[in-house]
């Protein structure tokens, strides 16, 4: 690798920024929700010092006012692998499978992010990209026609093109040809007045499902939401009303806890836009719209079993009439998770990042196994800090996406999840996320124990 090249997390930190100016453009509610995120992490800091040293050990202090999510839909293979490309330029790499026909929504999609510590910690943007399951319209004529209308367009320019080969090619980009990316790439994901086909296919399309329609008739995956992260989302929940933002109804995810675990949503309806059609008829379609979360700790696979199952046994229970309810419904049946951090660690609940207490040294055997570590722990030479959860939660997207799609909610498509399928299209393998978490849980330990070796 060339020394001269920017370094990918400089792309994605320039580009995230970039999305977010966009966007902010493009959805004035986007720039309020951000204000009013600032304002409650603030308050949220200047309460809780000890969030604070947490948050500063982890490193994810400085991340938090550039931490977002965005997410898009594309409708061909062609499309998802060339976006890979495009985001393997931004050291993003897809994490995790997430099977939504399951929830009647006819995609499967993946997150496109950073995986590292170092890349996490200067900016972990992601992007949650689904590819439609064309597969799954059931009228044969409806679903080519879906295809051929998708096969006319080009959702990449040809210069990102030129510039993703070229970082490929040699291993990086230019100062020059960074800034061209990054202005390039964004067209891809720009909002367009003007659907590609006339109103009454796109009448049709959105019959099928309305997904199909966002997906099909416009001309490239236009960013549908990008979501700050707050420390307090109850907090900003309750005081969206006040500066003209409805919620929808419930918060999605786990309840409120003293160690908070996986992550919490909610969202709201940004815009109605003023479409018009390739025949020149004049409409209607809303596709964005706006989403705050609140992250906690990553779960192992045994966390994450037990958070699956009260999950399941909190929504075998009476819908709840409002948020309150549906918390308190949450809460009482979250009581079976346990609840600090010592806990989680002990019963291998949770990930946590492993740090050796400065100017200790301690005599340690070769092999330090989970008892080892709890006794260095009671010792105070080692500290631990929860690990966070930087994935997606499939029942929460399914909450999210119908939230936005409005009406009437269709069953689930009898078709399974197909990982295997979505690989094939995207051209690599998903990475495993627990898989990553453990290794990276592993990787702080051993520094940790070599710094206390003396090493
Ligand atoms: C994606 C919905 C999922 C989330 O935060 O879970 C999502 C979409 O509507 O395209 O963004
Ligand atoms: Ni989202």
């Known amino acids: 690798m060339c020394s001269d090249y920017v370094s990918s997390d400089d792309i994605r930190d320039q580009f995230s920024k970039a999305m977010s100016a966009m966007y902010q453009q493009e959805v004035p509610q986007y720039g309020t929700l951000l204000s009013l995120v600032e304002v409650v992490n603030d308050d949220a800091l200047s309460q809780d010092p000890a969030l604070a040293d947490a948050l500063a050990a982890t490193g994810e202090l400085s991340r938090i006012n550039v931490e977002r999510h965005g997410a898009i839909r594309v409708g061909l293979p062609e499309e998802l692998s060339l976006l890979r490309r495009m985001f393997a330029v931004m050291g993003m790499v897809p994490v995790g499978y997430y099977d939504l026909a399951a929830a009647g929504v006819p995609v499967h999609s993946t997150a496109f992010r950073p995986v590292d510590d170092e890349a996490l910690k200067r900016n972990p943007f992601r992007v949650f990209t689904s590819l439609l399951r064309l597969e799954l319209i059931e009228n044969a004529a409806l679903r080519e026609q879906a295809r051929e209308i998708l096969q006319r367009r080009e959702i990449v320019t040809p210069q990102a093109v030129a510039l993703i080969e070229r970082c490929e090619q040699q291993g990086g980009l230019s100062t020059n040809d960074a800034d061209a990316f990054v202005e390039a790439a964004l067209t891809t994901f720009r909002w367009h007045h003007d659907a590609t086909v006339d109103v009454e296919t796109y009448h049709r399309l ?134 600090d951090a010592t806990t989680l660690r002990r019963e291998a609940l949770a990930f946590f990042h492993y740090y050796a207490v400065p100017g200790k040294q301690v005599a340690l055997p070769d092999n330090v196994d989970a008892a080892g570590v709890e006794v260095l722990i009671e010792q105070g030479a080692l500290v631990c800090q929860p690990m966070i959860y930087e994935d997606f939660l499939p029942v929460s997207a399914a909450g999210i996406f119908q939230s936005n799609l409005g009406e009437h909610q269709r069953d689930e498509y009898s078709s399974h999840a197909n990982q295997a399928q979505f690989e094939q299209h995207l051209g690599a393998a998903v990475i495993d996320e627990i898989a990553l978490y453990a290794q990276r849980q592993q990787a702080s330990l051993e520094q940790a124990l070599a710094v206390l070796r003396g090493r």
Not at 247 to 266: D, F, M, N, S, Y
Not at 287 to 307: M, S
């Open 206 to 339: 959105h019959k099928e499902h309305r997904l199909i329609a966002d997906v099909v008739c416009f001309h490239g995956p236009h960013i549908n939401h990008l979501t700050p992260r707050t420390l307090d989302i109850d907090e900003v929940q309750r005081r969206m009303p006040d500066v003209g933002i409805n919620p929808k109804a419930v918060i999605e995810g786990p309840p409120r806890r003293v160690c908070p675990i996986l992550l919490r949503q909610t969202s709201f309806k940004a815009l109605e836009e003023t479409i018009t059609f390739a025949d020149n008829a004049q409409g209607h379609h809303t596709a964005r719209f706006g989403e705050i979360e609140q992250r906690g700790v990553a779960l192992t696979h045994k966390g994450r079993e037990l958070y699956d199952h009260l999950l399941a046994e909190s929504r075998s229970l009476p819908v709840a009439p409002d948020n309150a309810t549906h918390q308190a419904q949450l809460a009482e049946v979250f009581q079976a998770f346990p609840d």
